[in-house]
């Protein structure tokens, strides 16, 4: 006979222990979105910050603007027209003040220094495409006239609010708005509206812009 052993032995039983699944990181939030609201900006935006031709050495989102461009997008369409002044005589730069931006003292009081317009169609490389073909518009989109030449005004303007709004049944159906302006106070120093926007729905039309 075999003596008993003095030791217990223990064996592992198959699939009784199951680690802990590791917790999901949390997605990185996309600063741009997060200013801009609207994926489609945050495509024309990022196309006209890493073009060749643009002279500025900073291009940032602020919220005034967007703002500001959301107002005129929904009013742009509303009227079924382009224009840098609405139907009652209110023009981009007085809007872009009532949200905030303090603009140059040179700039207009009610006129247009900031904004370029575009509609029909939601899709932004179209639109972008279009507007720097454009010479009246691609000194503003890149602070450089046809020449290629520096533009020191356009150059100073280093903020930016785009907005696409979406109208079923207006005359150019998508409508474009992109701002970009010296607001010379910033944003902790200036009171700006809060504005609810809804990010349209997607269908292509002819084009147009101003």
């Known amino acids: 006979m075999h003596s008993a052993s003095p030791y ?22 996309d600063p741009d979105l997060a200013c801009f609201t609207d994926p489609a900006a945050v495509v ?13 050495a900073a291009l940032v989102c602020d919220p005034r603007l967007v703002a500001a ?6 009013t742009l369409a509303g009227e079924g027209a382009l224009s840098h002044c609405d139907a009652r005589g209110e023009c981009v730069n007085r809007v872009a003040r009532r949200y905030g931006c ?6 207009a009081p009610n006129g247009n220094n900031i904004e ?7 899709d932004p490389w179209v639109i972008f495409v279009w507007l720097a073909a454009s010479p009246s518009h691609s ?11 520096i533009q020191r005004q356009f150059q100073q303007q280093t903020q930016i609010g785009i907005a696409s709004y979406y109208a ?14 010296d607001c010379q106070l910033p944003l902790s120093a200036s009171p700006m509206l809060q504005y609810m926007y809804v990010t349209p729905l997607m269908q292509k039309r002819e084009l147009s812009w101003n």
Do not use: C, M
Request: glycine letters at 8%; proline letters at 14%; hydrophobic letters at 40%.
């Open 139 to 149: 000194v503003h989109l890149f602070a450089r006239d046809p020449s290629g030449n």
């Open 168 to 181: 079923p049944g207006s005359a150019w159906g998508y409508y474009w708005v992109i701002l970009i302006a």
């Open 69 to 74: 461009a959301k107002e005129r997008a929904v």
């Open 44 to 56: 024309f935006y990022r196309l006209l910050l890493t073009d060749s031709r643009q002279a500025r």
């Open 102 to 107: 303090t603009l140059p003292a040179g700039y």
């Open 8 to 29: 217990t032995y223990y064996f592992p039983v198959a699939g009784f222990y199951e680690p802990s699944p590791l917790p999901t990181p949390a997605p990185t939030p």
């Open 116 to 122: 370029s317009l575009a509609a029909g169609t939601p």
